[in-house]
T-cell receptor, first 115, second 113 residues
Framework: DAGVIQSPRHEVTEMGQEVTLRCKPI?????LFWYRQTMMRGLELLIY????????DSGMPEDRFSAKMPNASFSTLKIQPSEPRDSAVYFC?????????????FGPGTRLTVL | GNSVTQMEGPVTLSEEAFLTINCTYT??????LFWYVQYPGEGLQLLLK?????DKGSNKGFEATYRKETTSFHLEKGSVQVSDSAVYFC????????????FGPGTRLSVLP
């Protein structure tokens, strides 16, 4: 299996622009997670889906952030408008099930820089 | 709420030294415990896990034992290599449906030749 695929790997944009990050989970996995990693705050869970349905979005920082999962093989995280404080590495992860012992498999991440 | 505490880094060791990275947790229920590793420029990878008390997870020479009485899951390796240089994250998952999956702040390990 190719693992979790994220695109783009790097994104540089200007403040106010819309940014869309993409994720393809591992085939057969039913849960998908979006994380943000910064030096100051570490790894933060933004939102997760189970069977394409958002279960918990309490980690989404504000209304500028939105996430969708239109089908089992694709998810997007959108920031509109972007701000410099959104600069971070964004990770997507997927897991086979939703049990507490299930392993999350991470993608390589998207490094976002907002100027 | 649930939380994970790890020893402050960075940790710098010489090759073949013994490694311990401490991890303690707070949880309201009975969590599963994980160690993830992040190599430079990459995403996190599962290193090992344990799902019940006294279980020992092991992989690539690393091991950790789930100690419910001390709420700990310390990571150990008998002889580190330069290739072990990475950031190590302790994490817990308490509930089904991925809820309360909490990561520690990470501990950066540098192994010198």
């Amino acid at each position: 299996d190719a693992g979790v695929i994220q695109s783009p790997r790097h994104e540089v944009t200007e403040m106010g622009q819309e940014v869309t990050l993409r994720c393809k989970p591992i085939s057969g996995h039913n849960s998908l997670f979006w994380y943000r990693q910064t030096m100051m705050r570490g790894l933060e869970l933004l939102i997760y889906f189970n069977n394409n349905v958002p279960i918990d979005d309490s980690g989404m920082p504000e209304d500028r952030f939105s996430a969708k999962m239109p089908n089992a093989s694709f998810s997007t995280l959108k920031i509109q408008p972007s701000e410099p404080r959104d600069s971070a590495v964004y990770f997507c992860a997927s897991s086979f099930g939703a049990a507490r012992g299930d392993t999350q498999y991470f993608g390589p991440g998207t490094r976002l820089t907002v100027l | 709420g649930n939380s994970v505490t790890q020893m402050e880094g960075p940790v710098t060791l010489s090759e073949e030294a013994f490694l311990t990275i401490n991890c303690t947790y707070t949880a309201t229920g009975y969590p599963s415990l994980f160690w993830y590793v992040q190599y430079p420029g990459e995403g996190l990878q599962l290193l090992l896990k344990a799902t019940k008390a006294d279980d020992k997870g092991s992989n690539k020479g690393f091991e950790a034992t789930y100690r419910k009485e001390t709420t700990s899951f310390h990571l150990e390796k008998g002889s580190v290599q330069v290739s072990d240089s990475a950031v190590y994250f302790c994490a817990l998952s308490e509930d089904n449906y991925g809820q309360n999956f909490v990561f520690g702040p990470g501990t950066r390990l540098s192994v010198l030749p």
